[in-house]
Nanobody, 121 residues
Framework: VQLQASGGGLVQAGDSLRLSCGVS????????MGWFRQAPGKEREFVAA????????YVADSVGGRFTISRDNAKNTVYLQMNSLKPEDTAVYYC???????????????WGRGTLVTVSS
C-alpha cells in the first residue's frame, strides 16, 4: 500500500489549506485513515482519523474546530481541511492507514512521506 500526501505549502496565519492523501496498492475502503504531524524539534503527534465509511471522525483537541478530516472512497483519497491556521501548526503532515480508529501512531501500518505546511505570522 502506497500513500502520497500533497497540498502543503507556505501560508499566512489565518489562512486555510487542504491536504490530500492518495492511496494505491490496496483496498482503500478497508482502511482507517489518519493524519499526523511533526513540528521541528518535536515528536510526531496525532491530528485526526476517520473510519472506513467516513461517518466517524476523531480529531485532536489541539486542532478541533479548525481541522476537518474527510475521505472519498471513490477517489481513494483522504483530506485534511485546515482552517484558521496558526504558526504552531507548522509541521510536516503525514497520512497513515491502519485498522483501528485511534490516535496511537504504532497502530497505523502504512505511512506516506509527508507534506510540509509552513504558517507564517
Amino acid at each position: 500500500v502506497q500513500l502520497q500526501a500533497s497540498g502543503g505549502g507556505l501560508v499566512q496565519a489565518g489562512d486555510s489549506l487542504r491536504l490530500s492523501c492518495g492511496v494505491s496498492g490496496g483496498t482503500f475502503s478497508n482502511y482507517i485513515m489518519g493524519w499526523f504531524r511533526q513540528a521541528p524539534g518535536k515528536e510526531r503527534e496525532f491530528v485526526a482519523a476517520i473510519n472506513w465509511s467516513g461517518g466517524t471522525t476523531y480529531v485532536a483537541d489541539s486542532v478541533g474546530g479548525r481541522f476537518t478530516i474527510s475521505r472519498d472512497n471513490a477517489k481513494n483519497t483522504v483530506y485534511l481541511q485546515m482552517n484558521s491556521l496558526k504558526p504552531e501548526d507548522t509541521a510536516v503532515y503525514y497520512c497513515a492507514a491502519g485498522r483501528h480508529l485511534t490516535d496511537i501512531e504504532g497502530a497505523y501500518e502504512y505511512w506516506g512521506r509527508g507534506t510540509l505546511v509552513t504558517v507564517s505570522s
